[in-house]
């Protein structure tokens, strides 16, 4: 397997795991804000103050941005999925995806909730994610792969 394929893999692995837990938890709180709600405000006493007002914090974020920010974390894992099979719609959605989940922060909560750090992490991955794709020629171009590195320019197998 070429260095550049094993490289793709381990950085689709933490797109994997990173898209999962968002999925995961976004799909979770949009389906069960209301009743963490209620149950917060039925005992609201028996937490912390700094909890109280983290937890003040999340229900002020309305129910639409969770399940938008599920969505998102769904169109980015498949775009993850994609790209393992090697094709570039799979690139495209995955970026599409990141770059509204730096967006959609700012629509719902402001522009406090973007950091630098999630704007750089996202082009570290999109530029990462391309140079790897385009080494291994699934955008066209020079295809590198297993079959190409084991043949000499005569088209003979090498052993």
Same mark, same amino acid.
């Given at each position: 397997m070429p260095k550049n394929k094993i490289y793709l893999h381990i950085l689709l692995v933490l797109s @994997? @795991?990173? !898209?999962?837990? #968002? =999925?995961l938890s976004n799909t979770m709180m949009a389906i069960m804000l209301p009743d963490l709600k209620t149950f917060y405000e039925a005992n609201a006493a028996m937490f912390p103050e700094q909890l109280t007002t983290m937890?003040? #914090?999340t229900f002020a974020v309305p129910r639409l941005y969770y399940a938008l920010s599920a969505l998102l974390a769904a169109l980015s894992l498949a775009g993850v999925i994609m790209m *393992?099979? $090697?094709r570039a719609a799979g690139f495209h959605c995955y970026t599409l995806a990141q770059l509204l989940m730096l967006i959609v922060p700012v629509l719902f909560l402001g522009s406090g909730y973007v950091s630098i750090g999630d704007i750089m992490l996202t082009v570290l991955f999109v530029v990462t994610y *391309? =140079? $790897? =794709?385009? !080494? $291994?020629?699934?955008?066209?171009g020079q295809n590198q792969t297993e079959e190409s590195q084991d043949t000499d320019p005569d088209g003979d197998t090498q052993v």
């Amino acid at each position: 397997m070429p260095k550049n394929k094993i490289y793709l893999h381990i950085l689709l692995v933490l797109s @994997i @795991i990173g !898209s999962g837990t #968002m =999925l995961l938890s976004n799909t979770m709180m949009a389906i069960m804000l209301p009743d963490l709600k209620t149950f917060y405000e039925a005992n609201a006493a028996m937490f912390p103050e700094q909890l109280t007002t983290m937890f003040d #914090m999340t229900f002020a974020v309305p129910r639409l941005y969770y399940a938008l920010s599920a969505l998102l974390a769904a169109l980015s894992l498949a775009g993850v999925i994609m790209m *393992w099979n $090697l094709r570039a719609a799979g690139f495209h959605c995955y970026t599409l995806a990141q770059l509204l989940m730096l967006i959609v922060p700012v629509l719902f909560l402001g522009s406090g909730y973007v950091s630098i750090g999630d704007i750089m992490l996202t082009v570290l991955f999109v530029v990462t994610y *391309w =140079l $790897l =794709l385009r !080494s $291994l020629g699934v955008f066209g171009g020079q295809n590198q792969t297993e079959e190409s590195q084991d043949t000499d320019p005569d088209g003979d197998t090498q052993v």
